[in-house]
């Protein structure tokens, strides 16, 4: 129920839902036009979640707001933010993606980081239960690329091979099963992957010949 902009100054803008202050310009009122974030700039990369948001920072740290019931804005509380707050033990990141309510980072060494909601597996950490600081995925080395579902986790390795994890309701895991898991599980037939992407309850991948697949 919102949107984000980055613009090319670095600034971060917002418009739409903001009751969980996910807009970050410190208020729980909706906009019908773009509202700049809160002291927030320099800013390489942006994510939206259900109901909050994150941005990485040129210098390094990513900071989130919005709604945390679960945890999703990875500072150690449950308290929601209509300001951006700092994740914590969080450096060295490349990318970020926001899940229904659970957050991923890709790290500069090729692992992954998760915080937030848990119960189907989506941390990949090998538990369910909920994380307000980022944990690591396990047995998840060499990532090159991240996306999720609503409460599902995908990444891409370097070697071209899909993994996810999480929400497997829809067979959205692609691992010809629809059985959750809370580790990575690699995707069934399919390798040379691109890049990835997931929906509510379905995933996609991009191929480097230039096809696109789908499951869920």
């Given at each position: 129920g919102h949107s984000l902009a980055n613009r090319f100054d670095g600034s971060v803008w917002a418009w739409g839902g903001n009751a969980f202050g996910q807009l970050g310009n410190g208020t729980t009122i909706n906009s019908s036009i773009p509202v700049q974030i809160n002291n927030l700039s320099g800013v390489l990369a942006i994510a939206g979640g259900g109901f909050h948001c994150l941005a990485l920072r040129s210098n390094g740290p990513v900071l989130a707001w919005g709604r945390n019931d679960f945890g999703q804005l990875g500072n150690g509380t449950t308290s929601n933010s209509n300001v951006p707050v700092q994740v914590k033990n969080l450096n060295g990141v490349v990318t970020i993606a926001g899940g229904g309510f659970h957050c991923l980072a890709l790290m500069s060494n090729?692992?992954?980081?998760?915080?937030?909601?848990?119960?189907?597996?989506?941390?990949?950490?090998?538990?369910?239960?909920?994380s307000t600081v980022p944990v690591q995925v396990k047995n998840l080395n060499g990532a090159a690329a991240i996306d999720r579902g609503r409460f599902s986790s995908l990444a891409t390795k370097s070697n071209g091979t899909?993994?996810?994890?999480?929400?497997?309701?829809?067979?959205?895991?692609?691992?010809?099963?629809?059985?959750?898991?809370?580790i990575p599980i690699q995707v069934k037939d399919?390798?040379?992957?691109?890049?990835?992407?997931?929906?509510?309850?379905?995933?996609l991948a991009l191929k480097s010949e230039g096809t696109a697949w789908a499951w869920g």
């Open positions: 090729g692992t992954v980081l998760a915080w937030g909601r848990n119960d189907f597996g989506q941390l990949g950490n090998g538990t369910t239960s909920n899909a993994w996810a994890w999480g929400d497997n309701s829809s067979g959205q895991l692609g691992n010809g099963t629809t059985s959750n898991s809370t399919l390798n040379d992957v691109v890049t990835i992407a997931g929906g509510g309850h379905h995933s």
